[in-house]
Nanobody, 118 residues
């Protein structure tokens, strides 16, 4: 089992920045790919970024150039640095992990709310 806890959400004005953290505990050796998702009211959950243990990092087109994902394996933590935030970035942000390179997401965090005011 792997437990995930997100933090760092909050209210910010458009153009501002936030850094989200996702801390993993438990059987962290199983963590392969870490993903950040977001879900706004009435919308489907959207993959924002994913970072594998090794290999290419992927971003949604809507956040490229503004968001940066990174991981500190020594701290079992993945970060999502969000810059130049827009009101349309408002959503609950979740981290998730896959224990394999491909396939479904095995574990999810509880989410952290990000609200961007115009």
């Amino acid at each position: 089992q792997v437990q995930l806890v997100e933090s760092g959400g909050g209210l910010v004005q458009a153009g501002g920045s936030l850094r989200l953290s996702c801390v993993a505990s438990g059987s962290t050796f199983r963590v392969n790919v870490v993903g950040w998702y977001r879900q706004a009211p009435g919308n489907q959950r959207e993959l924002v970024a994913s970072i594998p243990r090794s290999g290419s990092i992927n971003y949604a087109d809507s956040v490229k150039g503004r968001f940066t994902v990174s991981r500190d394996n020594s701290k079992n933590t993945v970060y999502l640095q969000m810059n130049r935030l827009k009101p349309e970035d408002t959503a609950v942000y979740y981290c998730a992990i896959r224990t394999t390179t491909f396939g479904g997401w095995d574990y999810w965090g509880q989410g952290t709310q990000v609200t961007v005011s115009s």
